[in-house]
C-alpha cells in the first residue's frame, strides 16, 4: 500500500505537467484574444487616441471621455433603449421558449419535425433575417402593408416610424431567438425525471402544479444560464438596428453599440469610443452577476 502511494506521488508532478501542457494553448489564445484587447480597450479609454493621428501621439486625458460620454444625450437615449430592449427581449424570449419547449416535450409524436422547423429562424445569420423582414415590411412593396390594405386597414412605415420602430425590431430579434431558447429548455426537459411527474398525479396535481412544482424547480439553473446568455448577447445588439433603422427614427432604436459604431468606429475616435466599450462591459457584468448570484443560491 505505501508502495504504491508512493508511486502515486512520483507520478503526480508529471501528471500536472501534462495538464499544464494541455492547457496552456488554450490560455494563451484567450489572453490574447481576450485579456490583451480589453487591457488595452481600458488604457485607451483614458486618452485622445485617435486612429488618423496614430497611438504615438495619443495624450491621457484621464476621465474626460467619461464625462463627455454621460453628457451626451445620443448616449443616455441609446443606453435606456439598450437596457429596455434587452429586458423586454429577454422576458419575452424566455417566456415564449419556455412555452414552446413544454408544448413539444409533450408530444407524443412529431418532436423531431417540430424542433426542425422551430429551430430555422436561429439558423439564419442576423443581417439575412433583417433583410427578410424589411422586404416583408416595406413601406412601398411590403406584403405586410399590401395585406393591410386590402384589409382597409392602417398601414406603416414600420422602420421609419417613432411608434413602431422600436417594437418593430423588438419582434424581429424574438422572432429569431426564441428557438435558441427553446433548445436549451427542451434539453434540460428531457433531464426531469418522469417519475416526479407520475407521483404529481398520483398526488392530485394538475397540469399548472406539476409545471410549476415539479418542472420549473428542475430546470432553473437552466433558465437562469439561458437567460444569462440571451442577456449578453442582446445587450450587444446591433446588426438588426444598422441594417434597418441606422439607430433612428429620432434616436428611439440607437443602441450603445450603434453608438460605438457612430462616434467611435466610423469617427475613428477610438479613445471616446473605447470609454464607452468600457461602460457597456460594465453594465453587461452588472446584469450577468444578477443571474448567476440567483443560479448560484
Not at 399590401?146 to 384589409?151: F, R, V
Not at 424574438?174 to 429548455?185: D, E, S
Not at 424547480?217 to 444598422?242: G, H, Q, W, Y
Request: charged share 10%; glycine share 6%.
Amino acid at each position: 500500500m505505501k508502495h504504491s502511494t508512493s508511486n502515486l506521488k512520483r507520478t503526480n508532478p508529471s501528471a500536472k505537467r501534462f495538464a499544464m501542457c494541455m492547457v496552456l494553448p488554450t490560455l494563451v489564445v484567450l489572453l490574447i484574444m481576450t485579456a490583451y484587447p480589453l487591457l488595452s480597450t481600458f488604457i485607451y479609454s483614458f486618452t485622445d487616441y485617435n486612429y488618423l493621428k496614430g497611438a504615438d501621439s495619443a495624450k491621457f486625458v484621464l476621465f474626460e471621455n467619461y464625462t463627455s460620454l454621460f453628457e451626451n444625450g445620443y448616449f443616455r437615449q441609446a443606453t435606456w433603449n439598450t437596457i429596455l430592449f434587452t429586458l423586454l427581449a429577454v422576458v419575452l424570449e424566455m417566456g415564449f421558449g419556455l412555452l414552446i419547449a413544454v408544448f413539444v416535450n409533450s408530444l407524443g409524436r412529431g418532436q423531431k419535425t417540430m424542433r426542425t422547423l422551430i429551430l430555422l429562424p436561429y439558423l439564419l445569420p442576423a443581417v439575412t433575417v433583417a433583410l427578410s423582414w424589411r422586404m416583408l415590411l416595406s413601406a412601398n412593396y411590403g406584403i405586410v402593408n399590401q395585406a393591410l390594405e386590402a384589409l382597409n386597414l392602417p398601414v406603416f412605415n414600420w422602420f421609419m416610424d417613432t411608434k413602431t420602430a422600436f417594437g418593430t425590431i423588438l419582434l424581429i430579434d424574438v422572432w429569431q431567438n426564441v428557438p435558441f431558447v427553446f433548445l436549451l429548455l427542451y434539453a434540460a426537459l428531457q433531464a426531469v425525471p418522469s417519475g416526479q411527474y407520475e407521483a404529481a398525479c398520483i398526488d392530485g396535481a394538475g397540469v399548472f402544479q406539476k409545471f410549476w412544482y415539479v418542472t420549473i424547480p428542475n430546470i432553473k439553473s437552466s433558465l437562469a444560464l439561458c437567460a444569462l446568455l440571451r442577456t449578453i448577447d442582446t445587450f450587444r445588439l446591433f446588426e438588426k438596428v444598422n441594417v434597418l433603422t441606422g439607430g433612428g427614427p429620432a434616436g428611439t432604436t440607437s443602441t450603445i453599440t450603434q453608438f460605438l459604431y457612430n462616434y467611435g468606429i466610423k469617427s475613428l475616435d477610438f479613445g471616446f469610443g473605447s470609454a464607452g466599450a468600457i461602460v457597456m462591459t460594465v453594465f453587461v457584468l452588472i446584469l450577468s452577476s444578477l443571474y448567476i448570484k440567483r443560479a448560484i443560491q
